[in-house]
């Protein structure tokens, strides 16, 4: 499967960005998908992830009540929704796909990558 990740851009603190993830071929709904961003000499960093069927959805601590993730599995595409923006939550944000049975929070647990969006927060 091929990922590609749009809506980055720069925004206000306090402000909200949608993130989009288009991805390829007709198995989209055989997949977990993820949100994980970088920043600037940092590591990657779990963000969101939902299941094949949407039934199950995880977040990252830093990110709860503020961001939520979706997917519309008829349209190929996971979004992520974030509100509440802060400066620290300027990254590169990537999305990624999971063949696996269980929804992982670790880069390990995920197969295939996008190539990532920039977000800026300004303050």
Known sequence: VQLQASGGGLVQAGGSLRLSCAASGRTFGTYNMGW????????REFVAAISRSAGTTRYG?????????SRDNGK?????????????????????AGIGIVVRTDTRGYDYWGQGTLVTVSS
């Open 76 to 96: 190929n595409t996971v979004y992520l929704q974030m509100n509440s923006l802060k400066p620290e939550d300027t990254a590169v944000y990537y999305c990624a």
């Open 61 to 69: 601590d830093s990110v709860k009540g503020r961001f939520t993730i």
């Open 36 to 43: 994980f961003r970088q920043a600037a000499g940092k590591e």
